[in-house]
């Protein structure tokens, strides 16, 4: 009784499968599986396995249209391969001349979560009013709430993990492996350790 | 025979000796950064370099990283206010923080480095930002919501917020930009240009920032140095491969 | 000279499949065939065979990504058979709560009468334009005439009204405490040049 339907079960996931790439490509952003799941009424576990069908369909090298995990869920792209066409129909207006001062900005806020003006102007050491703006402007950060003093919380957007092509924050570099900076310091402090008293 | 830049003797009127010493004198607190002549030690420097045959880039980009930290622990060290009671603590833990705030702040220069890298390399992923041509139009729908809520967020809004010092909105970075804005600028009009002439009648705190501006823009690779004998003219040529459009200036990486 | 050519065609058509491809699920609206050839750097002969082959590959009970040609040009549509799982998923739950941006620019709107987006920011002491955006999408506010300046004024809908079962905006909480709306206006102007942006 078994074997049977073990032998028709690849049809429902190759339906499941059309279901799923039906969804991804009208979604709007990245769907995690759960939405999915709940959209085409299957079990997340079911999903998975079709997801994983679909990655091997939609592949850099063998489809235009690529799968893939980022800001948290599943999304369509288009492949690297594909690109310069890409580039000669659509603009990227969302990261197009990033300064130095929103990748520090865009920084502060990734790595230490929801924070307000006056806390990126301290650690960057600079006012930040106009870059904050722009870069809610372009959609790579919004705000969460007001803290205490009153100041308006930013935090990074699913847009943000969409253009730096992140599965999410979480998988952003420790600072601690990034630098030398501690490097610097102990190399300062022994010397000033060796200096004559 | 490289100049040893971390060995670079200073003859500053708050401090004698070598560089490396100057700044972890300035980490353990042993010197007031406040009184250092930053502009000083890059004179000392810029001499230094006089003397030798020819310009030496590797000891320039390394001093260029020292005296950007030095800059900025100069910086943070005027932020005493925001942070209040620096003063309380005894001089190792000052020390502390501000090799902490140093640190800090290089880390998220770091990650805004690793940040563009990321973005270079993602460039070429393209997707759709709005919703697909022929997709049902999405409407959301809101629960019931407490008019009361509007009143709470009104009133929220209009309380007197505690008293927050503004004092780190004074701090500026010294004008490098200014001048990395300005040289860029020259540069696109010619192709070259000399160094001296461009800087003379600044003060000599202005020529020492120009400098460093210099040492940035060939770090980036724009621009090409020459100095034909010591204490001649530096003249300043445009690379031939020089990118038009940089966005990412001003960044001090470790050496 | 010509034979040997043909037969090598079907590769480079192939390629220029999964380039149309890859522009299709990128693009936001139908393509025409001479944006598509100019952006694959293409005739658009070669374009239109190509389409042909995607068609095939991508129609109804084959995939759940359907080619359709429609009036403006070439688009990629989800299947009929996933219609119920799109329903679902276009199907927002009901969502519980406002954010505080959100409500904020709700609650100014409401109790100080019509206001323009500048006039939002400066009460709120934060750019105004997304949230301002948002809600008008959402059918909460709607534009009511301009000011003199000739900046579009908001004002609250009847479906805000619903939403927060108000019968109208003279049922709304009370902040006698606070003064009038006149006052409260000044109150906040003042409020927000003093707080930390």
């Known amino acids: 009784m078994d074997r049977p339907l073990r032998l028709v079960a690849a049809n429902p996931l190759d339906r499941l499968a059309r279901t799923l790439e039906a969804l991804l490509v009208v979604a709007s952003q ?18 998975e396995m079709a997801l994983g069908l679909l990655a091997e369909r939609f592949q850099e090298g063998r489809s235009g249209i690529v799968l893939e995990r980022v800001a948290g869920g599943w999304a369509f792209r288009a492949s690297r391969e594909a690109a310069d066409a890409c580039g000669r129909l659509f603009e990227r207006p969302v990261e197009r001349g990033l300064s130095q001062a929103a990748m520090e900005t865009l920084a ?40 205490d003093g009153g100041a308006v919380r930013y935090r990074t957007t699913p847009l943000f993990e969409r253009v730096f092509g992140l599965e999410s924050l979480s998988v952003l570099p420790r600072l601690d492996d990034l630098g030398d900076a501690e490097d610097i310091r102990e190399r300062l402090e022994s010397l000033a350790e060796k200096r004559p008293a | 025979m490289p100049v040893p830049v971390r060995e670079l003797e200073l003859d500053l009127e708050a401090f004698e000796g070598p560089f490396d010493l100057l700044l972890a004198l300035v980490l353990r607190d042993e010197l007031d950064l406040g009184e250092v002549d930053v502009a000083g030690i890059v004179l000392a420097f810029l001499e230094r370099l006089a003397e030798r045959e020819e310009l030496d880039l590797d000891a320039c980009g390394e ?95 209009s309380a007197e917020p505690p008293a927050v010092s503004l004092a780190h909105l004074e701090l500026r970075f010294p004008p490098v930009e200014q001048f990395l804005g300005r040289f860029r600028s020259l540069l696109a009009r010619r192709t070259r240009f000399d160094f ?60």
């Open chain 1, 30 to 47: 990245p769907l995690p599986v759960e939405e999915l799941a709940e959209a085409a009424a299957e079990d997340a576990e079911r999903v």
């Open chain 1, 108 to 147: 502060v806020v990734a790595y230490l979560g929801p924070c307000s003006r006056p806390e990126i102007a301290r650690l960057r050491g600079v006012a930040a009013d106009s870059v904050v703006a722009g870069l809610v402007e372009r959609g790579l950060i919004a705000e969460a709430g007001r803290e």
């Open chain 2, 63 to 157: 001093f260029l990283v020292l005296v950007a930290a030095l800059l900025e622990l100069k910086a943070r060290a005027l932020l005493t206010g925001e942070d209040g009671d620096l003063e309380d603590l005894d001089p190792a833990q000052a020390a502390e923080e501000l090799a902490r705030r140093l640190a800090d702040y290089r880390r998220i220069k770091e990650a805004a480095a690793w940040l563009v890298d990321r973005l270079d390399e993602e460039s070429d992923r393209y997707f759709r930002l709005g919703p697909a041509p022929l997709a049902p139009r999405v409407e959301r729908r809101l629960a019931a919501q407490d008019p009361a809520e509007l009143a709470t967020a009104l009133r929220a809004l």
């Open chain 2, 196 to 255: 001296d002439t461009e800087v003379d009648g600044l003060t000599r705190v202005e020529q020492a920032v120009a400098f460093l501006a210099l040492l940035e823009l060939r770090k980036a690779g724009e621009i090409e140095l020459s100095q034909a004998s010591p204490f001649a003219p530096i003249r300043v040529r445009r690379n031939a491969e020089t990118q038009t459009e940089r966005t990412t200036t001003w960044t001090a990486r470790s050496a």
